[in-house]
T-cell receptor, first 112, second 115 residues
Framework: GESVGLHLPTLSVQEGDNSIINCAYSNSASDYFIWYKQESGKGPQFIIDIRSNMDKRQGQRVTVLLNKTVKHLSLQIAATQPGDSAVYFCAESTGGGNKLTFGTGTQLKVEL | EAEVAQSPRYKITEKSQAVAFWCDPISGHATLYWYRQILGQGPELLVQFQDESVVDDSQLPKDRFSAERLKGVDSTLKIQPAELGDSAMYLC?????????????FGPGTRLTVL
């Protein structure tokens, strides 16, 4: 079946550096993508989303890039802080977000 | 800020016992979801409600799992009997149920351990 996957299970960055978390998806019909942050013992927290008719969307310190040609999604975090340490999931859906398919997640570790 | 509430936060039970989880969505949210998350993996949808009606329960193991949302507000997920493989985090999420790109907001989850 269709799946969403992440390239790296663990990403370590220095505090203050920029982080890039990547995600590949295989369903060409996917039209809505979301990034969630999950801290240990907590539920996923919405970070940012993007529709398939967009290539880039910016939020506070975060940017999501979508490349539909190669079915690739990335989350960029500027000036990474210790509080950014968490597992990051990308999720995709068709039809605007009702049924989300999540990837396995990337653990982001911020080193002081 | 409104949040999705879940209880209990942690549950330890023995196999073959019955367990139940409760979820109170964000006020006014018509759509409610139950997910199961195995450690190290992303959440997987078990059941989706629109108001009091089940929209999707295709991934719900109906021989042992049941879910209800009788008044279209809070919801209960039950497992009977619990099996060792049911150990996981059970997450509830809600969304407004209106429009396209309807963001899902998650609760803190219930961590189930089956012994």
């Amino acid at each position: 079946g269709e799946s969403v996957g992440l390239h790296l299970p663990t990403l370590s960055v220095q505090e203050g550096d920029n982080s890039i978390i990547n995600c590949a998806y295989s369903n060409s019909a996917s039209d809505y993508f979301i990034w969630y942050k999950q801290e240990s013992g907590k539920g996923p927290q919405f970070i940012i989303d993007i529709r398939s008719n967009m290539d880039k969307r910016q939020g506070q310190r975060v940017t999501v890039l979508l490349n539909k040609t190669v079915k690739h999604l990335s989350l960029q975090i500027a000036a990474t802080q210790p509080g950014d340490s968490a597992v990051y999931f990308c999720a995709e859906s068709t039809g605007g977000g009702n049924k989300l398919t999540f990837g396995t997640g990337t653990q982001l570790k911020v080193e002081l | 800020e409104a949040e999705v509430a879940q209880s209990p936060r942690y549950k330890i039970t023995e196999k073959s016992q019955a367990v139940a989880f409760w979820c109170d969505p964000i006020s006014g949210h018509a759509t409610l979801y139950w997910y199961r998350q195995i450690l190290g993996q992303g959440p997987e949808l078990l059941v989706q409600f629109q108001d009091e009606s089940v929209v999707d329960d295709s991934q719900l193991p109906k021989d042992r799992f049941s879910a209800e949302r009788l008044k279209g507000v809070d919801s209960t997920l039950k497992i009977q009997p619990a099996e060792l493989g049911d150990s996981a985090m059970y997450l509830c999420a809600s969304s407004s149920g209106q429009g396209w790109a309807d963001t899902q907001y998650f609760g803190p989850g219930t961590r189930l351990t089956v012994l």
